[in-house]
C-alpha cells in the first residue's frame, strides 16, 4: 500500500515563502508523475505543478515565476517552493502521485491535504 504525506503547511504573510514536502511510502516500483493540487475556499481543486520522472514541469498560470516543484526520486519527495505567496494562493494543497507498485500496478494515489493561509 502506498501513502503520500505532506508538511510545510501553515499561515504566512503576503509575500512570503513556504516549502511544502511530500513523501511517498509504501510498496513502490517508481513514480510517474508527482504534484501539487490545491482547492481555495469555495472552488473546484485545481493543479498547481506537476513533474515527470525525468523532471519536465507544468505549472498553472496563476503560480508561474513564483512557485517551484521539485522531487527527489531518491527518497520519492516532491516539493513545492512557493514564494511572493499572496492571498489567493490561500487552499488546501494535496500531494498527488501516479505511482508503479511491483503487485498492485499503476494507483493514483492522494496525499490528506495541508492547509496553506496567506494573510494580507
Known amino acids: 500500500q502506498v501513502q503520500l504525506v505532506e508538511s510545510g503547511g501553515g499561515l504566512v504573510q503576503a509575500g512570503g515563502s513556504l516549502r511544502l514536502s511530500c513523501a511517498a511510502s509504501?510498496?513502490?516500483?517508481?513514480?510517474?508523475?508527482m504534484g501539487w493540487y490545491r482547492q481555495p475556499p469555495g472552488k473546484q481543486r485545481e493543479l498547481v505543478a506537476r513533474i515527470t520522472k525525468v523532471g519536465s514541469t507544468d505549472y498553472a498560470e496563476s503560480v508561474k515565476g513564483r512557485f517551484t516543484i521539485s522531487r527527489d526520486n531518491a527518497k520519492n519527495t516532491v516539493y513545492l517552493q512557493m514564494n511572493d505567496l499572496k492571498p489567493e494562493d490561500t487552499a488546501v494543497y494535496y500531494c498527488?502521485?501516479?505511482?508503479?507498485?511491483?503487485?498492485?500496478?499503476?494507483?493514483?494515489?492522494w496525499g490528506q491535504g495541508t492547509l496553506v493561509t496567506v494573510s494580507s
Open positions: 498527488h502521485a501516479l505511482v508503479l507498485t511491483p503487485i498492485l500496478g499503476s494507483l493514483e494515489v
Open positions: 509504501g510498496s513502490i516500483f517508481s513514480i510517474n508523475v
